[in-house]
């Protein structure tokens, strides 16, 4: 998967590396600790914007979190969300009890 990261720089995060497109062990670290907390949600489903470092921490999430649908790549995401960029890059939805396992 690859993604145009414009003129910013990503290497101003300390938990993503855009040479290696992963996250360090830093932002895996944040990752599993927002597993953990989020897990009692019961999310149902994660939508992105299709920024590298969003995209790349929504898939990290999405595995710790065993989500079965999909994860959600958005382009127009923050258009959507009607958010700056980098202030929100991820979105969660919450099952309904029905939906839960």
Not at 5 to 28: C, I, K, M, W, Y
Not at 34 to 43: F, G, H, N, S, T
Not at 65 to 90: D, M, Q, V, Y
């Amino acid at each position: 998967m690859s993604h145009s990261s414009g003129t910013r720089s990503l290497n101003q995060f300390p938990a993503f590396q855009h040479t290696h497109g992963r996250l360090t062990d830093l932002g895996v670290q944040r990752c599993a600790a927002l597993a953990d907390a989020l897990r009692p949600y019961a999310l149902s489903r994660l939508a992105t914007s299709d920024e590298p470092k969003a995209v790349t921490t929504a898939e990290t999430l999405h595995t710790h979190l065993n989500i079965a649908a999909p994860l959600i790549i958005e382009p127009a995401f923050r258009k959507h969300a009607g958010s700056p960029r980098r202030t929100s890059t991820i979105s969660a939805c919450f099952a309904a009890p029905f939906e839960r396992r």
